[in-house]
């Protein structure tokens, strides 16, 4: 069994920061690889600012470079824009993987808005990365409230695999400080950089 770690975003654009956290989780839960899943449109962010999928997408695969890191646009080729449904058609393609989600503590602040939250948890263990600053809210977090019984001591980690579901393990290093938020407020026009890149024509989807 292949054991992927799988991180969603807009990567808008990819960064330095999205690049440590896979690697630490690479090294922390012992994984194969991680995918990092480009999203088509993330529901919970503003259709303004968002650069085009091919921009985004190839700002991914140069940041993943010389890593096992795979960029991919896997959830436009299953139609789907909901982590829960990105979850519920992978194992069908897959079934000789075994995934586990992983997230910024930014996200498990806000994780009780996504849709059927306690559905994903119930799917897929899940790797909350430390980030400066959420630490607070994701630990006041309403999602962190149910999730608590589910905590697994971090020196467990690399047996993910094993553990009953809903599963949830904090891991700490020492964080990347970059934003996507800060990169596009210094380069507005960053991905013009990417949308003539010849890398951005071409498919980017999972294979098994």
Wanted: glycine share 6%; aromatic share 8%.
């Amino acid at each position: 069994m292949k054991r992927v770690g799988l991180l969603g975003g807009s990567f808008n654009p990819a960064h330095k920061g999205h690049r440590a956290i896979s690697l630490h989780a690479l090294r922390a839960l012992d994984l194969d690889e991680v995918w990092w899943l480009v999203s088509p449109g993330n529901p919970l962010k503003p259709v303004e600012g968002m650069a085009p999928l091919a921009a985004r997408l190839a700002s991914a695969r140069r940041m993943a470079r010389h890593a096992p890191i795979r960029p991919t646009e896997i959830e436009t080729r299953l139609k789907t824009r909901y982590t829960i449904d990105t979850l519920t058609k992978l194992p069908r393609l897959f079934p000789k993987h075994r995934f586990i989600w992983l997230m910024g503590a930014d996200n498990l602040g806000q994780f009780h808005a996504w849709r059927d939250w306690r559905g994903i948890a119930r799917q897929v263990p899940i790797a909350v990365i430390a980030r400066p600053g959420y630490d607070r809210q994701a630990r006041a977090s309403p999602a962190m409230g149910w999730l608590r019984r589910a905590v697994r001591p971090a020196g467990q980690a690399k047996n993910w695999t094993r553990w009953r579901l809903p599963a949830l393990v904090l891991l700490r290093f020492r964080p990347d400080p970059t934003s996507a938020t800060s990169l596009r407020a210094a380069d507005p026009a960053w991905h013009r950089r990417f949308s003539s890149s010849p890398s951005s024509n071409r498919a980017a989807i999972v294979h098994p």
